[in-house]
């Protein structure tokens, strides 16, 4: 069974960058049909999609974060990385991680709430 978890620190101040880590055991990032996404849900909001990593390591971004965003991942530690930059008090939410099964989000990491202050 697939287990993720979400690690990083809890608060970052403005304009820094955000930078958070899944790692991933009892399955590989590299196999195929299977894509690694970022999802976050802010204060007293739904789940916002973030981006996603593939299977062969091509990364696609939701437009709205696409310019801040970078995702990336660590095949020799079977982990995938989001770093959100120029962060505002708006990207304080619980960070998931989370792995997709052909459109099913099947698997979630427990979350990692990030609070943006200065």
């Known amino acids: 069974q697939v287990q993720l978890q979400e690690s990083g620190p809890g608060l970052v101040k403005p304009s820094q960058t955000l930078s958070l880590t899944c790692t991933v055991s009892?399955?590989?990032?590299?196999?195929?049909?299977?894509?690694w996404s970022w999802i976050r849900q802010p204060p007293g909001k739904g789940l916002e999609w973030m981006g996603v990593?593939?299977?062969?390591?091509?990364?696609i971004y939701s437009p709205s974060l696409e310019s801040r965003s970078s995702i990336s991942r660590d095949t020799s530690k079977n982990q995938f990385s989001l770093q959100l930059s120029s962060v505002t008090p708006e990207d304080t939410a619980v960070y998931y991680c989370v792995r997709d099964r052909t459109g099913e989000y099947d698997s979630w990491g427990q979350g990692t709430q990030v609070t943006v202050l200065s």
């Open positions: 009892g399955g590989s990032i590299t196999t195929d049909y299977y894509l």
């Open positions: 990593i593939t299977s062969d390591g091509s990364a």
